[in-house]
């Protein structure tokens, strides 16, 4: 059964400051990752999907690479904004298996 | 397009209450989803819809819950009788086929007290 963890939970970061975001998985036999943002109240705004074939993905500020091997994938947010403060999810589907989340990363970036 | 809608948004209710809640998915999304979301077990699909026809419900907790699509554009999702560990955020997605890009609705809060 796949296993979504991701370190930390919370992080608070000065504005400005570049930032990683981790999520491991423990069945590395992915089909795809996809990173997720939630504001507080509102559901879930898609950031980044990656395809199991791909090392990475790029969407302006943000970047998003995968390992499969090591499991692991990491969202890095470049020149953080107050606006980026929100909890970010990652989420792996596995072949023929829906999306498994994890518990997300609260993260804060002070003006 | 308005994104995935749903209603209500807030629900507070009664134990032992029926409680529905609603999804309006993407006009021409082949797939939908509901999940449920606490602090204790984060976010948890539930049941998910491809072209109207239930495929996998063993997210569903017990038999309190039951999901319906009766037309490509509604669902609904009830806990009847309600209990207050229900209580949760749920929330409902859909996406295309050809896509794996799930797209999210505001969610409904619901609280039984």
């Known amino acids: 059964k796949q296993e979504v963890t991701q370190i930390p939970a919370a992080l608070s970061v000065p504005e400005g400051e570049n930032l990683v975001l981790n999520c491991s998985f423990t069945?590395?036999?992915?089909?795809?990752l996809q990173w997720f943002r939630q504001d507080p109240g509102k559901g879930l705004t898609s950031l980044l999907l990656i395809q199991s074939s791909q090392r990475e993905q790029t969407s302006g500020r943000l970047n998003a690479s995968l390992d499969k091997s090591s499991g692991r994938s990491t969202l890095y947010i470049a020149a953080s904004q107050p606006g980026d403060s929100a909890t970010y999810l990652c989420?792996?589907?596995?072949?023929?298996?829906?999306?498994?989340f994890g518990p997300g990363t609260r993260l804060s970036v002070l003006p | 397009d308005a994104g995935v809608i749903q209603s209500p948004r807030h629900e507070v209710t009664e134990m032992g209450q029926e409680v529905t809640l609603r999804c309006k998915p993407i006009?021409?999304?082949?797939?939908l989803f509901w999940y449920r979301q606490t602090m204790m077990r984060g976010l948890e699909l539930l049941i998910y819809f491809n072209n109207n026809v239930p495929i996998d419900d063993s997210g569903m907790p017990e038999d309190r819950f039951s999901a319906k699509m009766p037309n490509a554009s509604f669902s609904t999702l009830k806990i009847q009788p309600s209990e207050p560990r229900d209580s949760a955020v749920y929330f409902c997605?859909?996406?295309?086929?050809?896509?794996?890009?799930?797209?999210f609705g505001p969610g409904t809060r619901l609280t039984v007290t």
């Open positions: 006009s021409g999304h082949d797939y």
């Open positions: 069945d590395s036999a992915i089909y795809n």
């Open positions: 989420a792996v589907r596995n072949y023929g298996q829906n999306f498994v």
């Open positions: 997605a859909s996406r295309l086929a050809s896509s794996y890009e799930q797209y």
